[in-house]
């Protein structure tokens, strides 16, 4: 068995504890494997799926991990230009209209404050939907 010396360092790659001499901790700045195996899996690192996070290889350059993943990403993707942010005056009016047709005219009287606690309330109910 080879002579083991206290580790002073850690697999970067699966965290055991592991000893190496210091000058070649330097030299590879911090980068040491305990094992080939684990050197083999930082060369071709490992990214996680955007959508459900399965690890994927970055050497296929890829950002979700199948198919299914990406049209959920794409999905997403269209969501986002949903979001009431874009066209902020046309959105606030919409919700205006969604508002009185979903509380009565009798939205008309309320004062502006309760006017914006209600448009406020609605935006989070379309929000509420999209997410
Ligand atoms: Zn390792
Ligand atoms: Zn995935």
Do not use: Q, W
């Not at 030299?27 to 990214?47: A, D, I, L, P, W």
């Not at 399965?54 to 991990?65: D, E, G, Q, W, Y």
């Not at 004062?111 to 935006?123: A, E, P």
């Amino acid at each position: 068995m080879d002579h083991i010396r206290n580790p002073n360092t850690h697999c970067i790659i699966c965290n055991k504890a592991i000893y190496r001499r210091p000058k070649e901790i330097r030299t590879n700045r911090g980068n040491v494997f305990c094992s080939s195996k684990c050197y083999g899996r930082f060369n071709r690192r490992e990214s996680p799926c955007i959508v459900c996070g399965t690890p994927i290889l970055a050497h296929f350059h890829k950002k979700t991990c199948s198919r299914a993943c990406a049209n959920k990403h794409r999905t997403g993707i269209r969501y986002k230009l949903f979001l009431p942010r874009k066209d902020k005056v046309k959105n606030e009016r919409i919700l205006k209209l969604r508002l009185l047709r979903l509380r009565g005219p009798s939205v008309r009287s309320v004062d502006t404050i309760k006017l914006r606690y209600y448009t406020f309330i609605t935006k989070i109910e379309i929000m509420g939907i999209i997410i």
